[in-house]
């Protein structure tokens, strides 16, 4: 094993990432001057979970960092439904805002899918809405779910054309599996989704060249499960108890065994992680293009 940043198997999601900002801020400079425009991202925080106050901090801090408004919102964990909705509704019509993004998970009387159909899909950043999400299906201009976009732009870093390969996603939820599989069937790979259910998942994983693993289990995917040459996305983020003062973050796949037999693999940290935050900005300023009516830049 290696795993170092030298080392050239490693999808190194930090520094795709920071790139990707940096071409963002680029075209948000070029958006102020020739349209006066400003893309604009509402962040709403429920309650205090720490968490989502961290990341709830960071997308502030980064959509301020590429020239973009930022504007937060947080509310007591008691909010009433109603009243949450009443600002969504304020969001939406609101017109310096152009993405509103809910974080997730919300308290538990607030129902988490009505708050989801309340925001505009126009401004959806989060791409969880059920038009985009059928949008994204059916070949259309989607808000598409931030991790999937950025695991599958990672992937044509390294691959190029992904057409004709086998691919294998662990993992079926609504905002990372499914849409992870409409991209990739929207790159014309040949697509497998696995899930609990799913019989002989080594055998399986085994076929894939390329393995997006979205499990929420700490290594789960084992190094002999990995096709020799196969890329291997890690999507999973996991904390675990390995004796220091600190919990140990490690992603779905053994990444020692995983790395023996792929021909690239993203880290957990610094691989699929620090793509999220990038995509959803760059889906801030594509709403922002789409509601103007300028030309979508190439992001
Ligand atoms: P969910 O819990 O919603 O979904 C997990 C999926 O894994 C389910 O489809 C489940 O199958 C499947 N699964 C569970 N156990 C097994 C098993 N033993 N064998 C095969 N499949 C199994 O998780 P998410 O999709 O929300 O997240 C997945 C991981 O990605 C988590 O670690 C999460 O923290 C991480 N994540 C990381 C992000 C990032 O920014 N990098 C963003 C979002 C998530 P079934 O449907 O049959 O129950």
Redesign the pocket.
């Known amino acids: 094993m290696n795993g170092t940043a030298n080392d050239p198997k490693i999808i190194d999601g930090k520094a795709f990432a920071a790139g990707l900002r940096a071409r963002i801020a680029e075209i948000v400079a070029g958006l102020k001057q020739q349209h006066d425009l400003t893309p604009g991202l509402a962040v709403v925080l429920v309650g205090e979970d720490p968490a989502s106050q961290v990341y709830v901090r960071s997308k502030g801090k980064q959509t301020q960092e590429t020239g973009m408004n930022s504007f937060e919102h947080k509310l007591p964990a008691e909010t009433a439904q109603a009243d949450l909705l009443a600002l969504i509704d304020k969001l939406n019509n609101d017109p310096a805002v152009h993405g509103i993004l809910v974080q997730l998970p919300l308290p538990k009387q607030i129902d988490e899918q009505s708050v989801i159909d309340a925001i505009d899909p126009a401004k959806d950043v989060d791409g969880f809405h059920v038009i985009n999400a059928g949008r994204l299906a059916t070949g259309g201009a989607a808000m598409v779910p931030?991790?999937p976009l950025?695991c599958l732009m990672l992937l044509q870093d390294r691959l190029g054309d992904l057409s004709g390969m086998a691919a294998v996603i662990?993992?079926?939820?609504?905002?990372?599996?499914k849409p992870m599989a409409q991209l990739l069937l929207g790159a014309n790979c040949t697509v497998t989704i696995?899930?609990?259910?799913?019989r002989d998942?080594a055998d399986v994983c085994r076929r894939a060249d390329i393995l997006v693993?979205?499990?929420?289990?700490p290594e789960?995917i084992k190094g002999d499960w990995v096709k020799p040459g196969a890329a291997v996305i890690d999507?999973?983020?996991?904390r675990i108890d390995a004796g220091g003062d600190k919990p140990k973050l490690v992603?779905?796949v053994d990444f020692a065994g995983a790395h023996e037999n792929a021909a690239a693999i993203t880290p957990v940290p610094g691989?699929?992680?620090p793509?999220?935050i990038a995509v959803l900005l760059r889906n801030t300023v594509v709403a922002a293009c789409r509601q103007a009516g300028i030309a979508e830049p190439d992001l």
């Open positions: 931030c991790t950025g662990v993992g079926r939820s609504n905002i990372v599996g696995a899930h609990s259910r799913t998942l693993a979205a499990v929420g289990r789960m999507v999973g983020i996991n992603g779905d691989g699929v992680g793509m999220t």
